[in-house]
């Protein structure tokens, strides 16, 4: 069996990213980082003892590229199942799929980050374009280069709370661990691994791109969802006698408050279309908010995981 083993470190991630080909780049990146972290403290509580020596010795425990792979690839058949939520059932009709998203429970999850998308891209991008900018404008002083790692480093750690938020609201799976750094290289190597690393630069692009998405999610959605609930709401205030139909008012009004009077200018005939077109557009609403989701996930997926998946 030990001659079927790596003899390094690196020999053994490259052959447990083959071992995991065609699994989830997410996966890969966490069977990668625990693989590599548990390796390398092995190796630092063995000093005395070769890369090679210390993977046979481990073997046993935590096995072979191949055994592993085979771990997490069944881990996460298990975790996925245990953490997903309950499916909706499957509708046959056109007016069961359009209707049932009302059952989805990824639909109120993405919709709730497309409003509170607005927040987190605000702060990601004033804090990439601030950071960015302090940082690299300070390299050439005795702080700038430290500051500029802490900058890189917080761009992991944000990269992973995005990932949290985007995994538990949109359901795309994401990583759990960071990608790993090799403390034992020279500074000046892990410098240059920061300014090489391609999803660093596609993080920082994700995060950049977050404040027009942000923008463009929250108003969205805001806007889907006042006006179907206000054309649902407009007909059966005057129905239940609340509010006035009517009133001379400039431009088209839903419903409004004048002189302490609920009213709309909706003509009588028009309540009953404008309350089955509020109810149809608050479902479309959710249908949109769903898409959206599934889109901006993929997109996370894209930016934040795939460009760090080199050989």
Do not use: C
Request: charged letters at 15%.
């Amino acid at each position: 069996m030990n001659a079927s083993l790596p003899r390094s470190i690196p020999d053994y991630l490259d052959r447990l990213r083959e071992a995991l080909a065609g699994a989830d780049p997410a996966l890969v990146q966490d069977a990668l980082y625990d693989a590599e972290e548990y390796l390398r403290s092995e190796l630092a509580e063995n000093p005395g003892k070769s890369q090679a020596e210390v993977i046979a010795a481990v073997a046993s425990s935590y096995g072979a590229p191949d055994e592993v792979a085979d771990i997490y690839r069944d881990t996460e058949v298990k975790v996925q199942t245990a953490l997903r939520p309950p499916a909706p059932p499957r509708r046959k009709s056109a007016l069961g799929r359009f209707f049932g998203v009302v059952a989805d429970p990824r639909t109120y999850a993405s919709l709730f980050y497309m409003v509170l998308a607005l927040a987190t891209g605000i702060f990601y991008f004033v804090w990439v374009v601030t950071g960015l900018s302090l940082s690299l404008g300070l390299s050439i002083t005795i702080i700038g280069i430290p500051l500029l790692i802490l900058f890189f480093g917080s761009v992991r750690i944000l990269s992973l709370v995005e990932g949290r938020l985007v995994e538990v609201m949109l359901g795309e799976r994401m990583p759990r661990r960071p990608l790993y750094a090799d403390r034992s290289l020279p500074l000046m190597e892990r410098i240059k691994e920061l300014f090489t690393d391609p999803r660093m630069w596609s993080t920082m692009l994700y995060f950049v791109l977050m404040l027009p998405l942000g923008i463009f999610y929250f108003t969205l959605a805001t806007v889907l969802i006042v006006t179907s609930l206000a054309s649902i709401a407009a007909p059966v205030l005057v129905w239940t006698g609340f509010a006035d139909v009517g009133m001379s008012v400039d431009g088209w009004t839903l419903i409004n408050l004048q002189n302490d009077v609920l009213y709309t200018n909706v003509p009588y005939w028009g309540l009953p279309v404008l309350f089955v077109g509020g109810f149809v557009l608050l479902f479309v609403t959710l249908h949109v908010a769903r898409g959206i989701g599934r889109l901006h996930g993929s997109l996370a997926k894209r930016l934040l995981v795939k460009s760090a998946q080199t050989a």
